[in-house]
């Protein structure tokens, strides 16, 4: 079956531009996860969606990331005013039940800020 | 608050050795613990997880962990070492207490086999 996907696979934008990035989760998985991983670092949690519901968003940066789920099922993230901090790999993983489950991860989106 | 510490950024072996890739947790309750893989152009996929439920935990390509609580440690090992390990592994946490939402990750361990 497909696992998740992520589009588009790599984005390179100037700074100030805004920029969204898209999951497909896993059908039927009703968590979904967004995280940041830097170059050399393991992925840092940013946002959690439990269906539609975004319960946890501790781990955005600052209100210029905004991520939305609105039925349940494919996400975006969404970043504004791009800064260089934000160059960063971005990965959603999916998992089928709630909780700390086996999560599933997609390919990631490379996000380039010039 | 769940923190994770792998110790060394890099880990070189032999062909066939032992391979210990080390991971110390923090964690105010229980904790689910995690080991992932990211292959060279890929995705992380997991390796294991601890629940709970047996302390030695075994996972896919012949490795396992074992979760000691009063060493705070869950580090991964396989006895024997083959190419096709060489990989970032990369050890995480998740607890309760954020309802198992956030799911804390180590900075990695780079793991080269040498022939």
């Known amino acids: 079956g497909a696992g998740v996907s992520q589009s588009p696979r790599y984005k390179v934008a100037k700074r100030g531009q805004d920029v969204a990035l898209r999951c497909d989760p896993i059908?039927?998985?009703?968590?979904l996860f967004w995280y940041q991983q830097a170059l050399g670092q393991g992925p840092e949690f940013l946002t959690y969606?439990?269906?539609?519901?975004?319960?946890?968003k501790s781990g955005l940066p600052s209100d210029r990331f905004f991520a939305e789920r609105p039925e349940g099922s494919v996400s975006t993230l969404k970043i504004q005013r791009t800064q260089q901090e934000d160059s960063a790999v971005y990965l959603c993983?999916?998992?089928?039940?709630?909780?700390?489950?086996?999560?599933?991860f997609g390919p990631g989106t490379r996000l380039t800020v010039l | 608050a769940q923190s994770v510490t792998q110790l060394g950024s890099h880990v070189s072996v032999s062909e066939g050795a032992l391979v210990l890739l080390r991971c110390n947790y923090s964690?105010?309750?229980?904790?689910?613990l995690f080991w992932y893989v990211q292959y060279p152009n890929q995705g992380l996929q997991l390796l294991l997880k601890?629940?709970?439920?047996?302390?030695l935990v075994k996972g896919i390509n012949g490795f396992e962990a074992e979760f000691k609580k009063s060493e705070t440690s869950f580090h991964l090992t396989k006895p024997s070492a083959h190419m096709r390990d060489a990989a970032e592994y990369f050890c995480?946490?998740?607890?309760?207490?954020?309802?198992?939402?956030?799911?804390?990750f180590g900075a990695g361990t780079r793991l080269f086999v040498k022939a």
């Open positions: 995480a946490v998740s607890d309760l207490n954020t309802g198992g939402f956030k799911t804390i």
């Open positions: 964690s105010s309750v229980p904790p689910y």
């Open positions: 993983a999916s998992s089928l039940g709630l909780g700390p489950d086996t999560q599933y």
């Open positions: 601890y629940t709970s439920a047996a302390t």
């Open positions: 969606f439990q269906n539609e519901a975004q319960l946890d």
């Open positions: 059908s039927g998985h009703v968590s």
